[in-house]
């Protein structure tokens, strides 16, 4: 039988704490060769720079973790956009889970958070982007998400192969 977790939004001084343990879920997900911003040789330095700066950002942003008694294992921000002509748009960004804690729903129940999250700030619209054929491509379309479209050779791979990204929008309604 698998192990319950939740899914929780954190605080920012929550969220700053949690650095290390988010850097983990980078930093394996890297490792485990998902197409997330990164190279291989991404070190544990990079992983807790990008989390300080992402829990610092000050934006309004929301970070979801899936937690069990060992801890995080997963995690995905909503991140309003900042432009004038869309108040009603949010980024969906990193959505990472670490291979300890696949195939337990974590995934699809962070996305579903994700919802919840962005109807809290106003917004409706929502909007990411994956590699095209990966498990998060398929995921997302099962979450009810539209294709908006593929764009060929978009990012590289953490070993330096190229990879098409496909775009996807959820709107949530008014």
């Not at 605080?11 to 990164?38: M, N, Q, R, T, Y």
């Not at 950002?57 to 995690?75: C, K």
């Not at 917004?123 to 379309?141: F, H, N």
Request: hydrophobic share 45%; net charge neutral.
């Amino acid at each position: 039988m698998t192990e319950a977790f939740r899914i929780r939004s954190l605080s920012p001084d929550e969220a700053s704490a949690s650095v290390p343990a988010l850097a983990a879920v980078l930093l394996d997900c890297v490792k485990g060769g998902a197409s997330v911003s990164f190279m291989a040789n991404m070190t544990l330095d990079e992983a807790l720079a990008f989390w300080r700066k992402e829990t610092a950002a000050g934006d309004g942003r929301s970070i979801l973790v899936a937690e069990d008694s060992a801890g995080v294992f997963g995690v995905v921000q909503v991140i309003p956009v900042a432009i004038p002509n869309q108040p009603h748009r949010v980024d969906i960004s990193k959505l990472l889970v670490h291979r300890r804690g696949r195939r337990r729903g974590a995934a699809e129940a962070l996305m579903a958070a994700t919802e919840d999250a962005t109807r809290r700030m106003g917004r409706w619209l929502m909007v990411l982007d994956t590699v095209t054929g990966s498990p998060a491509d398929l995921l997302y379309e099962k979450c009810g998400w539209a294709r908006a479209g593929v764009i060929p050779d978009y990012a590289l791979y953490p070993d330096g192969a190229l990879c098409d990204a496909t775009f996807f929008y959820k709107a949530l309604g008014q």
